[in-house]
């Protein structure tokens, strides 16, 4: 699976903003299990509810429609919702499913059945309750990309997830626009692949921009086949010092490198041994022009270490602490009582 946009580029209104965050701090998340025991459940204490906070309403079936036919030959199958924006029919689709239900690409494949034979859909969403993935057109008219283009995991709530939540709000969304930005995700995803493929099975285009920078020599069968045998991985790693070099002077490139990664996992991995039952994909990192930050939740405000580099040497923060000289692993698994403290601290806010 790629690994799903988590912010749309589009700045919701603050005042809908301020609005789903109002209901979101009133929506009661406890004793979901006891509720939600079943799919119809899950759809009536959970999944509409969290549909009404975006602005969709239940009441006489306006904008909220349930049990919309999407069978075909001679099925009589019904999509769970539908949601009208602004046309008659519903643009979006949502297969629900039980709180707790593991949502796999099977479940994915019954809601783009259902999507291609809904007239007028453009988007569906997979969700059960909690885990949201919003999958969206793509190539083929009335049929869903394989892969969500935004997922939404709301075990721990937060306000980066709410703002992308509220992209979806019934008074905010630009089907159109959201549409578009999924579209340049799925495609410059396909970026490492095809640069990959290019590596290992050069083109003569390639090979042709390549020689067409180096003097002397015509170009013929024999240099041809030199210049491909020359595009390999030892070939890439010697040419990589200087890219970062120059892309690094230039100052509008940020540079993610080997030392910065080392640091990471290391830190990734104390926490790991440390907190045994813990989603460890809620860590990563965000690397910026002055610093590369450890976070939690991908958010701004759970900032485990910072990590900052001056004259090739490395220093890190623990929760905005004292900088410490990073020279090598024995330094950061010193830190460990303090990482393990903080981000134990942002793993249950």
């Not at 002397?216 to 020359?230: A, H, P, T, Y």
Request: a neutral charge.
């Amino acid at each position: 699976m790629l690994n799903p946009l988590h912010n749309l580029s589009m700045i919701v209104d603050k005042k809908i903003l301020a609005v789903v965050k109002k209901s979101f701090s009133k929506f009661d998340f406890t004793r979901l299990e006891e509720k939600c025991t079943n799919e119809a459940q899950t759809r009536m204490y959970l999944i509409e509810p969290l549909l009404e906070i975006l602005g969709f309403s239940r009441i006489d079936n306006r904008d909220m429609l349930t049990e919309i036919n999407a069978g075909w030959g001679q099925k009589n199958d019904k999509a769970d919702l539908g949601l009208i924006i602004k046309s008659k029919k519903p643009e979006i689709i949502i297969e629900c499913k039980k709180l707790g239900k593991r949502l796999t690409d099977k479940e994915a494949s019954q809601l783009n059945g259902y999507f291609s034979n809904t007239e007028g859909s453009k988007i569906g969403i997979l969700t059960n309750g909690l885990e949201w993935r919003f999958y969206a057109e793509f190539d083929e008219k009335n049929r869903l990309h394989s892969n969500p283009f935004l997922v939404i995991d709301f075990t721990e709530v937060d306000d980066t997830k709410i703002e992308q939540f509220a992209q979806f709000h019934k008074n905010f969304i630009d089907i159109k626009q959201v549409l578009e930005e999924a579209q340049d995700t799925f495609f410059l995803e396909g970026f490492n692949g095809a640069l990959t493929e290019e590596f290992l099975n050069p083109s003569d285009d390639f090979i042709k921009a390549i020689y067409s920078r180096m003097p002397g020599k015509r170009m013929n069968e024999e240099v041809k086949r030199k210049l491909r045998e020359l595009i390999n991985s030892n070939s890439i790693q010697q040419a990589l010092p200087r890219l970062i070099e120059e892309e690094s002077k230039s100052g509008n490139v940020i540079i993610t490198t080997g030392e910065e990664l080392k640091i990471y996992h290391t830190v990734k991995t104390i926490i790991i041994n440390a907190l045994k039952k813990v989603d460890f994909s809620r860590i990563s990192y965000r690397d910026q022009k002055n610093s590369f930050n450890i976070l939690v939740d991908d958010n701004q405000r759970k900032v485990i270490a910072k990590i900052t580099s001056v004259r090739e040497k490395h220093f890190i923060e623990i929760g905005g602490g004292s900088k410490v000289q990073v020279d090598d692993i024995e330094n950061i698994v010193a830190l460990s009582k303090q990482i393990v403290e903080i981000t134990k601290g942002f793993l249950t806010e």
